[in-house]
């Protein structure tokens, strides 16, 4: 009996050791060594005139397989008769679960494009590439990657910026939304792909460069027929923030930067084809026109448009507004989730933005010169299920004893124009104000994360970039968290975002941080003007 005892004692010892090894090497932390405390430009670096380059890459996967949905759920089911074609005769389903929503949705075709969209910006002193995917999120560790890549084959290029669109339905690259709860739905080759064109689109940017003009202007508020705010208190992140880049020689357009804060999720949970949503009509409104049945409504602008997102926490989506198309003199309703709808959106959003560009408030950059500060920090993971992702291997990022996430701040400013990146889901009332203290709330506490960002921020236009350099999920207000009742607001149960976000002292930590490289920004500004 004790010779069985034992035996079953050191096979358990043996299993747990085993099991022990394996959580340590599944939420390892991927780039230990890199720290970054970034500040450009350097001492002493003669600064000149301005030059940018912009860049596209086309990260569409290959959709060798498609399927057959028995029942109509969206979902790819097997198990209830749902059918593959084996386009590349591999014997398997290979298969692109699409990001947001739901587990097993199975991308089933391409409605348009996605892409990695970059400019890069030379002041002789430092140059600068921001890069935008069309993709739900990228984790820092992967953002890391596509830097390695640009440092191996243009070291010139000091910093990179890359954020995320969050698009609905485009492939995982987080892997919360595979096959099943328990199985990653990232394709390690697409992610691969992704950041090999993404590195891509900054290097042929850099290679573009040439002498521009840069002018900036602003829409003060988005129509509301466009767009909703799904959780109270009701703060949206107001307007739309442009720049507009010119050759410097000819006044020909390069480029458009836009910053506006909006789910791109239109087409709803039950689509099944790519698309990079309402932003594929925003994009494709201001460069070439807005178009309906080979009729132009309205011309474009020409250039290479790249959207930054903003502060979408809450959330903010146009999925469940009624929105009304003046072209068509059609009013979509709160629950159509048609294409119909998207480019209605869509193409609403680029009008905003070519009425704009037609008017006569831009500012130009006179003095370009421009300032970054980088750093990273560590957040504390509290979010259990993000604890035992992370075990299953569903999440494939770096994590601190399984109790801290690597992120980042960058804040850049080019002159007056100041930009701030955010890794994550930020809600409105942490960037433009309106926090407040409900009732029923899990912290009864006054707010923390005040003053809010753009009343700190210096430049004459902000911009503020959400899931940049990382994607943390939401990052909300101490005060509005809200996972005990009684439940703020009159809930009868407690509202979506805690689910999906790192923990209580996420708002908060970010706050500080912020806080912090906004101080150092100004006090470099101030010694610059003083030499």
């Known amino acids: 009996m004790k010779k069985y005892l034992k035996l079953t004692i050191v096979i358990l010892l043996l299993i747990s050791g085993l099991a022990g090894i394996y959580i340590i090497i599944k939420t390892r932390e991927r780039n230990k060594d890199y720290i970054l405390n970034l500040i450009l430009p350097g001492q002493n ?42 386009g590349n005769n591999n014997g398997r389903f290979d298969a692109f679960w699409m990001a947001g929503f739901s587990n097993r949705r199975a991308a089933n075709g391409v409605h348009d494009s996605l892409w990695a969209r970059a400019i890069v910006l030379d002041d002789s002193a430092s140059v600068i590439g921001l890069v935008v995917i069309d993709a739900i999120g990228f984790f820092h560790d992967d953002v890391i990657a596509v830097r390695k890549l640009v440092a191996r084959r243009n070291p010139e290029i000091g910093h990179v910026i890359l954020s995320s669109t969050h698009s609905h339905e485009a492939p995982d690259l987080q892997g919360l939304w595979g096959e099943s709860e328990y199985k990653s739905g990232v394709s390690q080759d697409y992610r691969i792909m992704v950041q090999q064109k993404a590195a891509d689109a900054v290097c042929r940017a850099y290679e573009n460069r040439t002498n521009a003009k840069i002018e900036f202007t602003q829409i003060d508020s988005i129509e509301k027929d466009l767009i909703d705010d799904f959780r109270m208190p009701r703060v949206f992140d107001e307007g739309i923030r442009i720049i507009r880049v010119k050759c410097a020689e000819d006044e020909k357009l390069m480029g458009i930067l836009l910053n506006i804060g909006i789910h791109p999720e239109t087409a709803g949970s039950t689509n099944l084809l790519i698309t990079s949503d309402i932003f594929h009509y ?250």
Do not use: C
């Not at 000149?48 to 028995?70: M, Q, V």
């Not at 109509?72 to 084996?86: A, H, L, Q």
């Not at 309703?333 to 869509?346: H, I, L, P, T, W």
């Open 45 to 86: 670096v003669a600064r000149g005139k301005i030059k940018a380059g912009f860049a596209r890459e086309n990260i569409t996967p290959l959709l060798t397989d498609n399927w057959k949905d028995a029942d109509n759920n969206y979902m790819y089911e097997p198990d209830k008769g749902d059918t593959f074609t084996d």
């Open 282 to 531: 925003l994009r494709e409104g201001i460069e070439q026109g807005v178009l309906y049945y080979d009729q132009l409504k309205r011309e474009g602008a020409g250039g290479t448009v790249v959207v930054f997102n903003g502060a979408i926490g809450g959330l903010m989506s146009g999925m469940s507004s009624q929105t009304h198309d003046k072209w068509l003199d059609r009013t979509f309703s709160a629950d159509d989730n048609s294409f119909d709808k998207v480019r209605a959106q869509g193409y609403r959003l680029a009008d905003q933005v070519l009425s704009g560009m037609a008017s006569d408030g831009w500012k130009t950059v006179d003095h370009p010169d421009m300032n970054l500060i980088a750093k990273t920090f560590y957040f504390r993971l509290d979010n259990i299920l993000f604890k035992l992702g992370a075990i299953a291997g569903v999440f494939d990022r770096g994590f601190k004893r399984l109790g801290f996430v690597k992120s980042e701040v960058n804040l850049l400013t080019i002159g007056p124009v100041w930009f701030l990146t955010i890794p994550g889901e930020i809600n409105p009332e942490i960037v433009n104000g309106g926090i407040e203290t409900p009732d029923g709330s899990d912290f009864a506490i006054d707010p923390v994360e005040v003053p809010p960002f753009r009343q700190m921020m210096k430049g004459e236009i902000n911009f503020v970039i959400g899931l940049a350099n990382d994607e943390v999920g939401y990052i909300m207000p101490k005060t509005h968290w809200d996972e005990k009742p009684p439940f703020t607001y009159g809930d009868k149960e407690a509202p979506y975002g805690e689910i999906n976000s790192l923990g209580p002292e996420t708002g908060p930590e970010i706050h500080r941080q912020v806080k912090d490289i906004i101080n150092r920004m100004q006090q470099q500004l101030s010694e610059n003007k003083g030499k």
